[in-house]
């Protein structure tokens, strides 16, 4: 049976997560989540203009940003962070102080499962992260380290202690994430599909990351998770978590870490507008034919060993090879320099920029 991480002394890893959630509209979502949530710190990045006022529900830990904290704290790095799409959800990422980040958009419910229980999928992303990857030999029977299940007859035992999880996808019931033009031609369809697994993405496979219900290891794999720029003054949209995906993926294989999909589900109750969708991201339905093949031919050096190393070595190739498609991606190349610069600056051991304070905070027993 495989190990759970040695440094773990509460599986629920409630003092080891935050809770990142973007917002543009009103977080009474939470209500649904409270059960699951309550005893989570949440880190809200309030989107859209800063002087509304977003109503966060009584009784939780959180600390609210807004645009004019982004631009109070990073300064002029302030411009990698994107304004007016889901991808400002990375700053929550970069001002967390915990091992683990779960980020989740604020039209996802809780979904139940066949047999009808409620889905704590705060709980399994936990067990995900928690327990091993098999990336490097695929395991018919699925998660091997799931209470249940184990290795198949013919797998390597050199390769059954696995990989450490950087990354736990999860999936959504009911609204799935399609893109504009798979939403226009089935506006109807519902993914009603509750399939029972959790599966490490294979080595040297690409998958489309989707951010609205997602975990992952923020010392493995943090400084990757950058959600590039997108939205308000930028050529794209919804591209942001897919950017990240594939970047991720590259580096996570770099670096022998894993990725998995599937288990938990969450209940995506809000089709967003599928014209509006088209609008944002149809440059990226074909830039992604030439994107897509940069990524799985980029090799990074052998000396790059750390995630950082990894990214800014990827910014370089993103400008050399990208660039040609678009000058967007000279610009993009660039904002991710200046991410891990600002990443640099809020996460080194001795940053000073620690004591930043978001315009808004509260506390579970505050009344
Ligand atoms: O300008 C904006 C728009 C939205 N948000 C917040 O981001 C999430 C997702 O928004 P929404 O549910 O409207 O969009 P979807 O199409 O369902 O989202 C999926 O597409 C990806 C596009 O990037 C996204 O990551 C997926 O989850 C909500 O919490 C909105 O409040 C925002 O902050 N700014
Ligand atoms: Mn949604």
Redesign the pocket.
């Known amino acids: 049976m495989a190990s759970v991480e040695p440094s773990i002394v509460d599986p629920s890893l409630r003092d080891q997560l935050d809770i990142v ?5 009103n977080l009474d979502f939470l209500e649904m989540w409270r059960p699951f949530f309550e005893n989570y710190h949440l880190i809200i ?1 309030q ?2 203009d800063p002087s509304k006022t977003i109503n966060v529900p009584e009784g939780f830990d959180y600390e609210l940003y807004n645009r004019n904290d982004i631009n109070r704290i990073l300064g002029p790095k302030a411009s990698c962070i994107s304004f ?6 990375c700053f929550g990422y970069m001002v967390s102080k915990k091992k683990y980040i779960f980020t989740i ?3 996802c419910f809780v979904a139940k499962d066949p047999t009808g229980k409620d889905i704590n999928a705060l709980e399994q992303h936990i067990k995900n992260l928690l327990t091993p990857s098999s990336p490097f030999f695929f395991n018919t029977l699925y998660d091997p380290y799931r209470e249940g299940a184990d290795f198949v007859r013919g797998y390597p035992f050199s390769l059954r202690e696995g990989a450490p999880t950087a990354v736990s996808h999860g999936l959504w019931l009911n ?1 799935p ?1 399609y893109d504009a033009p798979t939403q226009l031609v089935k506006p109807a369809e519902r993914n009603k599909r509750y399939v029972d697994a959790v599966m490490t993405i294979p080595k040297g496979t690409l998958f489309p990351m ?3 219900n997602l975990a992952f290891n923020k010392d493995l794999i943090g400084p990757a998770m950058y959600f590039g720029l ?2 308000d003054g930028q050529p794209i ?2 591209y ?2 897919m950017w990240a995906g594939w970047c991720i993926k590259v580096i996570c294989d770099h670096l022998g870490l894993g990725v998995k999909t599937g288990l938990p589900y969450i209940w ?1 109750s ?1 089709a ?1 507008n599928p014209f509006v ?1 088209l609008k944002k991201e149809y440059k990226g339905i074909f830039w992604q034919e030439e994107i897509i093949p940069f990524f799985q031919q980029v090799v990074l050096p052998k000396e790059a060993l750390t995630v950082e190393q990894c990214y800014l070595e990827l910014s370089k190739h993103v400008k050399e090879k990208l660039s040609t498609i678009d000058p967007y991606f000279t610009k993009l190349s660039e904002a991710m320099v200046t991410w891990i610069e600002a990443w640099g600056e809020l996460n080194a051991p001795d940053s000073k920029a620690a004591d930043y304070k978001p315009s808004r905070s509260g506390t579970r027993t505050a009344k």
């Open positions: 959630i973007p917002t543009i509209r990045v989107d859209g007016k799409d889901s991808a400002c959800r958009d604020d039209d609204i994430d989707c951010g609205m997108m939205g949209g919804r942001d978590d995506h809000k967003s969708n």
